[in-house]
T-cell receptor
Framework: NAGVTQTPKFQVLKTGQSMTLQCAQD?????MYWYRQDPGMGLRLIYY???????DKGEVPNGYNVSRLNKREFSLRLESAAPSQTSVYFC????????????FGDGTRLSIL | GENVEQHPSTLSVQEGDSAVIKCTYS??????FPWYKQELGKGPQLIID?????GEKKDQRIAVTLNKTAKHFSLHITETQPEDSAVYFC??????????????FGKGTKLTVNP
């Protein structure tokens, strides 16, 4: 009963390094999302994917790229990490063609020095 | 774009009391309003949601009310218990683009239930 699985759980990077955050869901959901959560803020949408093969920008896409590898997996890449990208990153998925509850993973805590 | 305001930012109640968290939104086209509970070190978990064709929805001790005219919605928790302590987020969905609901979240309310 895994739901949405994110790896890694924690990561420390140096400025300028690159990294890919992985997300996989086992609920056969069509839509997947990446959010970031900063202290005192709500969750802000970075990118989303309505279905396999499609991706689109959310509210804060700058500095990130995504890949919808297949129906299960949606990855988030930081090409050249910056301290402003220090955050907790959450992946989510939803069924019902995107009209339905979003199910979240437990997050990746990323620090960039 | 859509803007969601959430109040209060912190709320402390005694066990057994009720708690109310309020949110306002700006985009009259929003039609889906979920509430999430986030425990320390965990991802948000949906606790209740409402669509704009209803005014109130209840699930045991939790209820959500929606006033589309005033553009606000509220979470009500009755008979609070210590395990209700968490951060609660409201959200609104202003668009359904490309087959996905794009949620805009409030900044959260930290609820503490004192035994």
């Amino acid at each position: 009963n895994a739901g949405v699985t994110q790896t890694p759980k924690f990561q420390v990077l140096k400025t300028g390094q690159s990294m890919t955050l992985q997300c996989a869901q086992d609920m056969n959901h069509n839509s997947m999302y990446w959010y970031r959560q900063d202290p005192g803020m709500g969750l802000r949408l970075i990118y989303y994917s309505a279905s396999e093969g499609t991706t689109d920008k959310g509210e804060v896409p700058n500095g990130y790229n995504v890949s919808r590898l297949n129906k299960r997996e949606f990855s988030l890449r930081l090409e050249s990490a910056a301290p402003s990208q220090t955050s907790v990153y959450f992946c989510a998925s939803s069924a019902l063609e995107g009209r339905g509850p979003q199910h979240f993973g437990d997050g990746t805590r990323l620090s960039i020095l | 774009g859509e803007n969601v305001e959430q109040h209060p930012s912190t709320l402390s109640v005694q066990e057994g009391d009720s708690a109310v968290i309020k949110c306002t939104y700006s985009d009259s086209a929003s039609n889906y309003f979920p509430w999430y509970k986030q425990e320390l070190g965990k991802g948000p978990q949906l606790i209740i949601d409402i669509r704009s064709n209803v005014g109130e929805k209840k699930d045991q001790r939790i209820a959500v009310t929606l006033n589309k005219t005033a553009k606000h919605f509220s979470l009500h928790i009755t008979e609070t218990q210590p395990e209700d302590s968490a951060v609660y987020f409201c959200a609104a969905s202003p668009t359904f683009e490309g087959g996905s609901e794009k949620l805009v979240f409030g900044k959260g309310t930290k609820l503490t239930v004192n035994p």
